[in-house]
């Protein structure tokens, strides 16, 4: 079984930043990729960026040139920076895994508001 554990969310004003951790721990043999989805209320989950276990990178275009996503292969773990950060970025943060085998993990969630 494979547990992810997110960290870092919470309130910031309108333009602020806030960073995201997710920590993988578990029977992690091997992963092909990491990342980020969001679900604000009444809405669809949305993807945000997600990250190959070679390095590359893909963003949603709505955070694109805002958020940047990056990761510690050593540690099992990504993260995620957000800069000017804005009020519809309110949501539900999940971090997900995916293995070579195409089986998914989910963390619980980090709310991320963003308010004034």
């Known amino acids: 079984q494979v547990q992810l554990v997110e960290s870092g969310g919470g309130l910031v004003q309108p333009g602020g930043s806030l960073r995201l951790s997710c920590a993988a721990s578990?029977?992690?043999?091997?992963?092909?990729?990491m990342g980020w989805y969001r679900q604000a209320p009444g809405q669809q989950v949305e993807f945000v960026a997600s990250?190959?276990?070679?390095?590359?990178?893909d963003y949603g275009d709505l955070v694109k040139g805002r958020f940047t996503i990056s990761s510690d292969n050593a540690k099992s773990t990504v993260y995620l920076q957000m800069n000017s950060l804005k009020p519809e970025d309110t949501a539900v943060y999940y971090c997900?895994?995916?293995?070579?085998?195409?089986?998914?993990?989910w963390g619980q969630g980090t709310q991320v508001t963003v308010s004034s």
């Open positions: 578990g029977d992690i043999f091997s992963i092909n990729a």
């Open positions: 997900w895994l995916t293995t070579p085998h195409a089986t998914d993990y």
């Open positions: 990250i190959t276990s070679e390095g590359t990178t």
